[in-house]
């Protein structure tokens, strides 16, 4: 009975526990965080980066020489024939213990460019795994933003039915006082069902919104989970001092994937080299050390025949190639051909990079545009509103055209919102091939 009333104090403690990272309000910087640090992405990166860091030990350990020690016992039988002329089965057994070095001394450089292309191989999975980290930093901002665009939706949405409740109820005295006609009132109420529709969409999509944010975190997800709303009251045009070509000449030098694409040509030149240093020949030296014991021989004990059976040897080997099925000339086509196509993987990434800030560029112009337009929309539909409202009280207009400055209103500031999120990301977004921090 104590333990059927210990197990589900047990889980409540074990649930308990997991409410303060539940009820957690998230930063945009500990979302970064939180995502640099358990996105699968990052972290098949950051493993991709070991695999290169192993590589680049074993390319340089690859010049020292090799020792090999080696121990060997032999057991043999065979039907010899004795002095009397019968046969009988004899044993006997050996021992061998060797000691052998191996050092290559020239091998048409292949070594010394190989240790020179982990090198750099390892230096590209670092430019790749912090490429990677910039994406996702990039799409934690994105999905961060519209998590508040879509919450301050809501938040509008919700005021809007509040304010049409009230000219609802408006509307429902002045019928009963006979001011307006039944389908005056069916106008009203079938605007604050429309409303109702329209909240509920924007609940649905700020539901999605987290839990795109949430999986872009590799979080679990649940409904306590609440992001921090910075003050953007604040956020609107800016200078843009740099234009597209400036900004782009400044991302060539700060830009991980431009670096890692130049390193990538690099070691494609490496690979030419190592399918070159198949043609020359191979010096290699080699050195050993060997004793034996067997019981065969009669009068000399164990340790006297290790003694007398100890045979150092040293040799140098020095190998040409002369006719290899065309294999070093197929491989040093082959090393050209990757060349060539590393320098047009490099100039696919200038290009792509060069149309990604002017496609930038382009969009903060446009939503500059566009939230000058949507402010002054804005303005002029909150002024005709307010008449609207004070002459609809006052009963001198019809619920119909009240409804009609209402909806120009409502659509106004649908606008607004979204173009004012539109700038906020577009300006980070430029500063992101800036290489300055992503903050709100």
Request: contains cysteine.
């Amino acid at each position: 009975m104590k333990i059927r009333l210990l197990i589900p104090a047990f889980f409540l403690i074990l649930t308990g526990s997991d409410l303060p990272a539940q009820n957690k309000v998230w930063t945009l910087d500990e979302c970064i965080s939180r995502a640099l640090e358990y996105n699968l992405q990052v972290r098949q990166a950051g493993l991709s980066l070991e695999i290169s860091q192993v590589n680049r030990e074993q390319a340089a350990a690859s010049r020292f020489p090799t020792l090999d020690a080696s121990v060997r016992q032999n057991f043999a039988w065979s039907d010899k024939q004795n002095v009397t002329g019968g046969y009988e089965f004899e044993g006997s057994n050996g021992s061998t213990a060797s000691l052998n070095s191996g050092l290559t001394l020239f091998s048409g450089f292949r070594k010394q460019n190989s240790v020179k292309q982990a090198s750099l191989d390892y230096q590209r999975a670092l430019l790749d795994a912090e490429s990677i980290r910039q994406d996702i930093a990039l799409q934690v901002l994105d999905n961060y933003l519209q998590v508040l665009y879509a919450g301050e939706l809501v938040n509008n949405s919700r005021n809007q039915l509040t304010s049409t409740g009230r000219q609802l109820e408006l509307a429902g005295e002045r019928l009963n006082l006979r001011i307006i006609s039944m389908a005056d009132y069916l106008q009203v109420k079938a605007q604050e069902s429309a409303e109702k529709l329209t909240l509920a969409n924007a609940e649905k999509q700020l539901l999605l919104s987290r839990i795109s944010l949430m999986q872009l975190l590799e979080i679990p997800v649940h409904d306590t989970f609440a992001i921090a709303t910075p003050d953007l009251s604040g956020a609107g045009l800016r200078p843009i001092t740099d234009d597209a070509g400036l900004i782009y000449e400044k991302a060539l030098e700060i830009r991980p994937e431009v670096k890692s694409a130049s390193l990538q040509k690099k070691m494609a030149g490496y690979e030419t080299d190592l399918a070159r240093g198949a043609m020359l020949p191979t010096l290699s030296l080699s050195a050993g050390l060997s004793t034996s014991y067997s019981s065969l021989a009669e009068g000399l004990k164990f340790a006297s025949q290790l003694d007398h059976n100890f045979s150092p040897v040293a040799g140098l080997t020095l190998s040409m190639p002369i006719f290899q099925q065309k294999q070093v000339k197929s491989q040093i086509s082959l090393a050209r051909i990757s060349a060539r196509s590393a320098e047009i993987n490099e100039q696919s990434t200038l290009n792509q990079l060069r149309k990604n800030i002017e496609t930038a560029w382009a969009t903060v112009v446009a939503a500059e545009k566009e939230f000058q337009a949507s402010e002054e929309q804005h303005r002029a539909m909150t002024a005709s509103y307010e008449v609207a409202t004070e002459r609809f009280n006052q009963g001198i207009i019809s619920p119909v055209d009240y409804l009609f400055e209402k909806t120009n209103l409502i659509n106004a500031e649908s606008k607004l919102l979204q173009s004012r999120y539109n700038l906020i990301f577009s300006y980070k977004e430029l500063e992101f091939y800036q290489g300055k921090p992503l903050t709100l």
